[in-house]
């Protein structure tokens, strides 16, 4: 019961909340009662599904309990399930309908979409869409580029295939479905991601007054890029007369930079930390001149982090605040990988964390293959910086077991 009056009282201070960043506050000053909070919720609703019946959710009734209950997972363990959503079954990890299977980024995997996800995952992005228009006032009404929020590849279930999606009017972006208004302003590309990734960079041509772009991952930005020196003639003919004389009249002065392709290209995201510097570094010269700020934590099982908007003149901190509203998170610590996994108010600063999600896509204490550092904390909210990508325990770098050491 006292664990109940807790989250009544939480819900209560929560709905008197206004926006999405006072929102986020709130849940950073009550992380605890935050996660409780959207567990209940979550199970609640999903207690009635196959995947709900199979481990007891309608027995669950605190943390402790379901964290008993229910086993830690990965997509090898959930491949039996996701085969029959394939198959069209209904209600197997999710109550509501799966509007199509998102492809991770390498490709190897297939998880539910649902409407919920998608809105949980745009109240982490929310708060970073308002800062950053705040901050570049003039990029409002003007094409943005903004990567990994749609499905790209869902043909059993009917979805239009998208790789990304490109807001022509960001300002609108803060209100409603987020995720909706992406996809419906979004780039229809075929299947093949070569072909996909031709066919966004003729489109990102064609916009001379595009604004921003917020990339993700800076291994595959870089192979959509390099298709400038590698298919520039191609990419000409999909462009106007006078835009494929301006940017042929470019190509002759050197090599094409962003700068010149965009002139009003303010800001641009990338996973700049960890094992990924080296591939932020390596497009460093393609954005000489703009400025470079690190992208949200987000693939296709989840979004780990609500990305902060750098300030000129600001020092930048490492990391970015957990995603408290969107998830329930775990964190295998990877000094005692054995234990328990720790809830997001026990990190430590300086700990080596494994996440550990239940989602609203129908993941339920599902085993990400990213290792985080806890940098610090916003307010009680652990600020996380991605380190390292391990399959298990065994594939991580001997530089990142030496640090958990």
Known sequence: MKF????????????????GRAQLQTAARFPELAQADYLRR?????????????????????????????PIVDYETLRPWLAEIERGIANVLVAEPVLCLRQSAGGSKRLPVTRRLQAEQAAAL???????????????????????????????????????????????LLGGSLAAQLRGMGLCTPKSRGRARFTLLSRLLAQVDLAAMSLGDPVQAKALFDLL????????KQLSPERRAEVAKLATQGPLVARQLWP????????????????????????????LQTAPLQGAEATLTVPEVSVPGQAAQRGAPLALRSHFFEFIDLRQPRARPRLAHQLEEGGLYVPVVTTAGGLYRYRLQDVVECTGFWQRAPRLAFVDR?????????AVLQRAA
């Open 229 to 236: 020196h590698t298919h520039l003639p191609e990419l000409l």
């Open 390 to 398: 391990a399959r298990d325990d065994r594939a991580l770098s001997d």
């Open 4 to 19: 109940l009056n807790k989250l009544k009282s939480f819900k209560t201070l929560f709905a008197g909340s206004d926006g």
């Open 264 to 291: 009003q290209l303010q800001r641009v995201s990338l996973w700049q930390e960890g094992s990924m510097a080296a591939g932020a570094t390596d497009l460093s010269p393609f954005f000489v001149g703009i400025a």
């Open 42 to 70: 979550l199970l609640r609703d999903q207690r009635d599904t196959a995947y709900g019946r199979a481990h007891a959710f309608d027995a669950v009734r605190s943390v402790a309990d379901y964290q008993a209950q229910v």
């Open 126 to 172: 929310r708060p970073f869409l308002a800062d950053w228009l705040a901050l570049q006032k003039e990029t409002a009404g003007r094409p943005w580029l903004w990567q990994a929020l749609a499905a790209d590849d869902a043909p059993s279930l009917g979805a239009v295939p998208l790789l990304q999606a490109a807001a022509q009017h960001p300002a609108k």
